[in-house]
């Protein structure tokens, strides 16, 4: 089968840092993958490199067999990849159902700059993706008030207004207290199965990698240096020197 993206022979510097120097992988659909590495050795720029935020001097970025490197993050959008920042990026004097309605206006094709808050479709759709996320009763509150957890699901939620198919996660459960981590995931992770959305986290925490992961890439110096399953590489005693030992 092929792959939903496809990595290939990925570079790109930034003053003499290689940030990415050769990256190469392939993610199947339906796949929910984990990236770890120490800090500084890449994995953000890998997320920007997919979304268009990062142009690679060299190298391939195939999305569905179709190549998708230099587009701008909108195309690259429109085409099915959306992404969750390691900061979730929202408006804070809104709620959370408004959030998420302002999404879904921006992904419609019919969208009219005035009045999207008042569409009734937009809030039957919003609301359903707060269901998806269990975010229903955190729907009318200020995202500015939510606990970091809730945050990260309101900022999940936006991209997936976007109607992804491949979703990007920067660290889902950095800020998130130790408590708040497995029903975060545990929401993040039965929302793409129900949806068969494929997804690729960022992640620091190696228990959130073993219980959540079907695959692991291990990141270093913008390379992969490492890739299975999450029960071989994390008991690879080069990658707990590289990574596990220093995450
Ligand atoms: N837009 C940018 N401009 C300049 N340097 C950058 C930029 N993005 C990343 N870098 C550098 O690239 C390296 C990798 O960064 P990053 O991808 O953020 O690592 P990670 O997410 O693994 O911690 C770092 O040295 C960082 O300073
Ligand atoms: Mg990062």
């Not at 993610?27 to 120490?38: L, M, R």
């Not at 997919?50 to 587009?71: A, K, N």
């Not at 990026?89 to 709620?95: A, E, I, K």
């Not at 809730?150 to 992804?164: F, Q, S, V």
Request: glycine share 8%.
């Amino acid at each position: 089968m092929r792959p939903i993206l496809s990595v290939r022979d990925l570079h790109v510097n930034f003053g003499g840092v290689k940030s990415a120097d050769g990256v190469e992988l392939d993610i199947h659909a339906g796949e929910v993958v984990a990236i770890i590495g120490p800090n500084g050795s890449g994995k953000t720029t890998f997320i920007n490199l997919c979304t268009g935020y990062v142009i690679p001097t060299r190298g391939t970025v195939l999305f569905d067999g179709e190549p998708i490197t230099r587009l701008p993050p909108r195309k690259i959008t429109r085409r099915g990849i959306a992404r969750a920042f390691q900061i979730p990026q929202l408006f804070t004097g809104h709620s959370v159902l408004e959030n998420v309605m302002l999404a879904v206006a921006a992904q419609s094709d019919i969208w009219q700059p005035i009045g999207p808050l008042n569409r009734e479709t937009y809030r039957e759709a919003a609301l359903r993706i707060l269901d998806l996320l269990a975010l229903n009763d955190s729907a009318d509150q200020p995202t500015a008030v939510l606990p970091e957890g809730l945050r990260k699901l309101a900022d999940i939620a936006i991209a997936i207004a976007l109607k992804p198919r491949l979703l990007l996660l920067d660290e889902p459960t950095s800020g998130v207290s130790t408590a708040e981590k497995t029903p975060l995931m545990d929401t993040i992770v039965a929302m793409l199965r129900a949806e068969q959305i494929t997804a690729l986290f960022v992640e620091h925490d190696m228990d959130v990698v073993e219980r959540y992961a079907d695959r692991v890439f291990v990141w270093d110096t913008g390379r992969v240096v490492a890739s299975g399953h999450p029960s071989e590489v994390l008991y690879n005693p080069s990658v707990i020197e590289r990574v596990v030992g220093v995450a």
